[in-house]
């Protein structure tokens, strides 16, 4: 693996473009903004999504999408619900994409690799998700992800192209685990946030994570998933960090919320994606035609429709309790 190019120029994009330059592989960056093409490549930042961390000077951006053409593999970083339209544009189909944003497709009920292979059926597909801000990471401190891939030479290829020892990378070979646990906990975040913007406490804060777990146990477990990749980095492991810090740009959103502000306005002319409040109506919605509990999950749904705080949080504290477990 030569040249990798990393589709996506926010934060994320630009962290591991940070992370594959600092590998030693030669780095191209497609992004959408002009702006963000010219501050990488003058000014080697990105002031527009990760202002004030100096990138790899290595790392070459741009906005023509043909030019990652001659890559060896690429790192799709778009938000969710714009990647199927940005992989039908994408040049060719037998370059291995690895997949590293964290959604489930609005429209469709679809999990990422499924939009991937729908939009260039037979491209070779693998899933990178774990506990990432993307400041820390592109700042070079330690961090631990997932890749998971079927076809495993295709895993091993990938890891030895990116790994080193602050960016440590896992193998799994459950793709589908891998990409619920991002996604869900997305959703169980903003219920975290409104925890504190409500001012409820931290025994309901960790309350919510170990039944926000269930709850993405029980819908993995259900989709496929492998309990293990549930527990593990891409599942509990990104739970528990975006669960607990204002980092998170769902837990913040959260905190908006439980603060009584309401969603329409948290969302108007916001920049940066809070992908869990894209994620929340399809995965409630896919919970409900396959009969999986999922009732944090049903009240971050409320919410995000402009439910009031008040009646959401009482019809979830008056549910009988269940028997512990999933
Ligand atoms: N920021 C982080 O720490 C992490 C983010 N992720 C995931 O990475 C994905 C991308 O998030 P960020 O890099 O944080 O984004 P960001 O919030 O920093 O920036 C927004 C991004 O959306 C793009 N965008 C807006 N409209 C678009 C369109 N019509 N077509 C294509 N792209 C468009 C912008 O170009 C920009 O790259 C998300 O799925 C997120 O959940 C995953 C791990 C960590
Ligand atoms: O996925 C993330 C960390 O792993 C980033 O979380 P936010 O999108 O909530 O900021």
């Known amino acids: 693996m ?3 190019a990393v589709i996506g120029g926010g934060a994320w994009g630009t962290a591991l473009a940070q992370v594959a330059a600092k590998a030693g592989r030669d780095t191209l960056l497609w992004a ?3 702006d963000v093409v010219d501050g990488i490549n003058e000014s080697h930042e990105n002031g527009l999504f990760l ?3 100096p990138l790899d000077p290595a790392i070459r951006a741009t906005g023509d ?3 990652i053409a001659d890559c060896d593999a690429w790192l799709v970083v778009t938000p969710a619900q714009h990647m199927r339209a940005v992989l039908e544009r994408a040049p060719r189909c037998d370059v291995p994409r690895i997949l590293c944003s964290k959604g489930i497709e609005e429209h469709r009920g679809e999990l990422l690799h499924q939009v ?4 260039c059926p037979g491209a070779p597909v693998a899933v990178l998700s774990g506990p990432t801000f993307a400041h820390e990471v ?3 401190l330690p961090t631990a992800v997932t890749l998971a891939a079927e076809d495993e030479s295709l895993g091993a290829r990938l890891r030895a192209g990116l790994a080193q020892p602050t960016f440590r990378i896992y193998a799994s070979n459950d793709v589908a685990g891998a990409e619920i646990g991002g996604a869900v906990k997305n959703v169980l975040a903003i219920a975290c946030g409104v925890v504190e913007g409500r001012g409820l406490g931290q025994n309901a804060r960790s309350a919510l994570i170990a039944r926000g777990f269930a709850e993405m146990t029980r819908f993995g477990v259900a989709m496929g998933a492998r309990r293990e990749t549930l527990a593990g980095l891409s599942g509990l492991g990104d739970l528990v960090l975006t669960c607990s810090s204002t980092s998170s740009r769902n837990y913040s959103l959260g905190v908006g919320l ?4 309401s969603a329409t306005e948290l969302m108007a002319d916001r920049r940066t994606v809070a992908e869990g409040a894209f994620t929340a109506p399809v995965l409630a919605r896919l919970a409900k035609q396959r009969g999986i509990d999922m009732p944090i999950v049903d009240a971050v749904d409320a919410l995000l429709k ?3 705080v008040d009646s959401v949080l009482e019809a979830l504290l008056s549910r009988p309790p269940r028997v512990e477990g999933v």
């Open 258 to 261: 439980g603060q009584g502000k």
């Open 51 to 53: 202002p004030g961390i």
């Open 65 to 67: 999408l043909d030019e």
């Open 32 to 34: 959408l903004e002009s």
């Open 306 to 308: 402009d439910a009031r």
């Open 2 to 4: 030569k040249r990798v």
């Open 116 to 119: 991937a292979a729908e939009a």
């Open 138 to 140: 592109a700042k070079g």
